[in-house]
């Protein structure tokens, strides 16, 4: 589905089960428990954005992988790139393929990792055969000369699924 209307749905999730911890805690029953992770969620998030630091950062990124959005880094023609979320000292350069189908319904096709990240305006992605086409720009230093050398490079990547 779309990634924003998936968004918007987890947040509705999220204030529903703050509510129904408000709502549940007076004659106090064993399913509490179960709604009070989302007002401590709630509480480590407005904690983690007043303080900082790293403690409250890995606790917040635990937390909240159920509802953390993905990020389009490449969208064209029929193919949406998406960065994984891997945590607040996660490894860099890990994305996830999909198709779009129908106007709002998307098919996951498989993950990918590169050593780089992606840049858009430098960058074309294809997918042919389950095989994504990767064009993109790479800078290499001449020592002889001592410039900069800007060359072309297309990487064909398998998609694990």
Same mark, same amino acid.
């Given at each position: 589905m779309n990634t924003k209307l998936i968004f918007i749905l987890k947040c509705v999730?999220?204030?529903?089960g703050i509510s129904l911890f408000l709502l549940n805690r007076k004659p106090f029953k064993k399913i509490t428990f179960y709604y009070s992770y989302y007002l401590f969620s709630f509480i480590v998030l407005i904690l983690f954005r007043i303080f900082g630091g790293i403690f409250l950062g890995l606790l917040s990124s635990i937390? %909240?992988? +159920?509802?953390? +959005? @993905?990020?389009? /880094?490449?969208? /064209?023609?029929? %193919?949406?790139?998406?960065? @994984?979320?891997?945590?607040?000292?996660?490894?860099?350069?890990?994305?996830?393929?999909?198709e779009n189908k129908l106007l709002i319904f998307e098919k996951i096709c498989g993950k990918i990792k590169i050593e780089e990240g992606i840049e858009t305006? /430098?960058?074309?992605? /294809?997918?042919?055969n389950n095989v994504i086409e990767y064009k993109h720009k790479i800078k290499s230093y001449n020592y002889e000369s001592q410039m900069e050398i800007e060359t072309d490079t297309l990487e064909k990547i398998e998609l694990k699924k």
């Amino acid at each position: 589905m779309n990634t924003k209307l998936i968004f918007i749905l987890k947040c509705v999730i999220y204030l529903s089960g703050i509510s129904l911890f408000l709502l549940n805690r007076k004659p106090f029953k064993k399913i509490t428990f179960y709604y009070s992770y989302y007002l401590f969620s709630f509480i480590v998030l407005i904690l983690f954005r007043i303080f900082g630091g790293i403690f409250l950062g890995l606790l917040s990124s635990i937390i %909240l992988f +159920p509802i953390y +959005p @993905k990020e389009v /880094k490449y969208e /064209k023609d029929n %193919l949406k790139v998406y960065e @994984k979320f891997t945590g607040f000292l996660g490894a860099c350069c890990q994305y996830e393929i999909a198709e779009n189908k129908l106007l709002i319904f998307e098919k996951i096709c498989g993950k990918i990792k590169i050593e780089e990240g992606i840049e858009t305006e /430098k960058s074309e992605i /294809k997918m042919i055969n389950n095989v994504i086409e990767y064009k993109h720009k790479i800078k290499s230093y001449n020592y002889e000369s001592q410039m900069e050398i800007e060359t072309d490079t297309l990487e064909k990547i398998e998609l694990k699924k």
